[in-house]
């Protein structure tokens, strides 16, 4: 590199930088020498420029829609199939068995594919068609049930505990409770954004469905850096964990939803038990700010993000107001807008919840469907 009028010697420095680590971590990626399950991970840290250039901050996002499953489950359904596998629960030719309407199952299916082992997935039956054929085409044998309670010995996760139980070489992934889940945000999550970093990151948020990578990313990056960085749970509405948090464990009765898929939970699971602890706050965020921010990361940022993601982007913003200018937040673009654009960009859908209103002035056109 040569000095030119328009880059400093200092500029160009920090691009070879910059260029030497993405080669190093591009090295990383470069074969996939276990097939398929190799591409799980080594997502990119993407800056989010116009809100890091508002709030002072930056605030980085960790593409995990680019996972081969499109989502971040795609590493848990990795770690708790071969913890199975170590376990000797599992061996050639098997059955992985779980109860998941969405991601999770989209993650396992590409896992059990590549591994040679068949799938079979329990879901309420208020799931959409587009998820089912989904599931079907990439292999697995799908049985809707009746939507009842947990409590209910028919909720769909206790037909995929008994099915696989009534099988050999069968086993129930339970990703809610089995920590493998946990696992793998300890051992690829979080190393990876505290090396995508240099470890020069304030403060880390996002949302928990499993409470996987909350408690994954929050363990790693807390002992890394000896309890420097601030962790924070995003939650939505109609999750009970904001308020557990915000009276010092209190649990309360799930009441009310969100558009979010995917997130907000009723209890503290096995995944979060041993973590929940080490948090330090929570950020509740409103579907009308999760909108807003899916049009404006598709406007301003490029990134075409499901609502999870956006609440988590919201919850970012908050994050990076409340440390103040010159921070570095990092959070989880869990996945992309595609499974839920018949939703998100339908007028009559943003009608019926009341949500039209929330989308930025002049961001309208994206409302396409
Ligand atoms: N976002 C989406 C879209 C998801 O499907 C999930 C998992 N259900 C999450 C976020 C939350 O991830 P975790 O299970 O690790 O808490």
């Known amino acids: 590199f040569t000095t030119t009028a328009w880059r400093s010697a200092e500029a160009i420095a920090q691009m ?64 708790v199939v071969e913890h199975a596998e170590k376990q000797g629960l599992l061996r050639a030719g098997g059955t992985v068995v779980e109860g998941t309407a969405g991601n999770t199952g989209i993650g396992l299916a590409h896992v059990c594919r590549s591994k040679g082992y068949k799938l079979v997935i329990y879901m309420p039956n208020t799931q959409s068609q587009g998820k089912i054929d989904h599931l079907r085409l990439l292999g697995a044998e799908v049985y809707p049930v009746p939507a009842v309670a947990f409590e209910n010995p028919e909720n769909y996760n206790h037909q995929a505990k008994r099915h696989a139980e009534s099988m050999n070489n069968a086993v129930w992934t339970n990703q809610f409770d089995n920590t493998a889940n946990r696992q793998a945000h300890i051992e690829t999550t979080g190393p990876e ?41 995003a939650d939505p509405p109609g999750s009970v964990l904001h308020s557990y948090i915000q009276s010092g464990g209190k649990l309360t009765e ?104 929330s989308i930025p002035k002049g961001l309208e056109k994206y409302i396409v469907l």
């Open 16 to 79: 070879e930088t910059r260029i030497k680590r993405n080669i190093e971590i591009s090295k990383a990626q470069r074969i996939a020498q276990r097939g398929l399950v190799d591409a799980i991970g080594n997502t990119p840290l993407i800056r989010m420029n116009h809100i890091s250039d508002q709030t002072g901050c930056e605030i980085l996002g960790k593409a995990e829609y680019q996972n081969p499953g499109g989502s971040v489950k795609d590493r848990a359904a990795l770690f």
């Open 193 to 233: 954004i505290w090396y995508q970093t240099e470890g020069k990151l304030d403060a880390f948020t996002c949302a928990t469905g499993t409470g996987g990578t909350l408690a994954g990313v929050t363990r790693y990056l807390k002992e890394k850096s000896d309890g420097r960085v601030k962790s924070f749970l």
């Open 254 to 357: 799930r009441a009310g939803g969100s558009i979010t898929e995917g997130i907000g939970q009723g209890r503290v699971t096995d995944n979060l038990k041993p973590d929940i602890d080490l948090l330090d706050g929570s950020v509740h965020i409103p579907d009308e700010e999760t909108i807003a921010m899916v049009y404006s990361c598709l406007d301003q940022e490029g990134v075409y993000l499901g609502a999870s993601s956006c609440l988590n982007v919201v919850a970012a913003v908050k994050v990076a107001q409340k440390l103040g200018p010159g921070h570095t937040v990092v959070t989880m673009l869990c996945d992309g807008a595609s499974r839920y654009a018949e939703r998100l960009f339908s007028r009559k859908w943003l009608e019926q919840k009341n949500l039209l209103t």
